[in-house]
């Protein structure tokens, strides 16, 4: 079993859709958590945290469910600038130092 | 302020060449990371360094890759000799080492064709 396990997708939406991704983890010990947003052929970017009260960034919401290991993001309005793999991340430590990335969620926003 | 910087961009060789990547990371940074992206997956960790020491390397396979960071600045990745399944994109990143809240940066990576 992988230690992050996300959807590949790709995930297909208009313009203006509100989109959620999840995301599972297998080890209970896991400290940190992040979302993470990769364009084609681009480098790996920080999204954002994802803490367990849940967090807001604009039209972006993460959510951490510690009990069942699980982890969120919901996009409201899409935009075409939103097209990217979206990378579920977590670290064993708290921080950013042990950091295992799952597979990524392809996201098409289309006009 | 700069990123992280790797070169080269892209790389080409043919099996059992050697090849080595470059990577410099931002302004006083004293943790870099080696990551390892194939198509369609995450990057996996391959070594860590806390400035010269190589703290968390247990994914490096070590019979064929090295990597140095000999004044804890700049860091080398080689492979000797590369294989064709070594083909894949090799990822720098960067952070401070301090505190919760300490970010990785990526730099643009390297992306290696082994024919």
């Known amino acids: 079993r992988k230690e992050v396990e996300q959807d590949p997708g790709p995930f297909n939406v208009p313009e203006g859709a509100t989109v959620a991704f999840n995301c599972t983890y297998s080890n209970s010990a896991s400290q940190s958590f992040f979302w993470y947003r990769q364009d084609c052929r681009k480098e790996p970017k920080l999204l954002m945290s994802v803490y367990s009260s849940g967090n807001e960034d604009g039209r972006f919401t993460a959510q951490l469910n510690r009990a069942s290991q699980y982890i969120s993001l919901l996009i409201r309005d899409s935009k075409l600038s939103d097209s990217a793999t979206y990378l579920c991340?977590?670290?064993?430590?708290?921080?950013?130092?042990?950091?295992?990335f799952g597979t990524g969620t392809r996201l098409l926003v289309s006009p | 302020e700069a990123g992280v910087v790797q070169s080269p961009r892209y790389k080409i060789i043919e099996k059992k060449q050697p090849v080595a990547f470059w990577c410099n990371p931002i302004?006083?940074?004293?943790?870099l990371y080696w990551y390892l992206q194939n198509l369609g997956q995450g990057p996996e960790l391959l070594i860590r360094?806390?400035?010269?020491?190589?703290?968390?390397d247990s994914q490096l396979p070590k019979d064929r890759f090295s990597a140095e960071r000999l004044k804890g600045v700049d860091s080398t990745l080689k492979i000797q000799p590369a294989e064709l399944g070594d083909s894949a994109v090799y990822l720098c990143?960067?952070?401070?080492?301090?505190?919760?809240?300490?970010?990785?940066?990526f730099g643009p990576g390297t992306r290696l064709t082994v024919l």
């Open positions: 302004s006083g940074h004293n943790t």
């Open positions: 360094y806390e400035n010269e020491e190589a703290v968390d």
């Open positions: 991340v977590v670290s064993l430590k708290a921080g950013f130092q042990k950091l295992v």
């Open positions: 990143a960067s952070s401070s080492g301090q505190g919760y809240t300490d970010t990785q940066y």
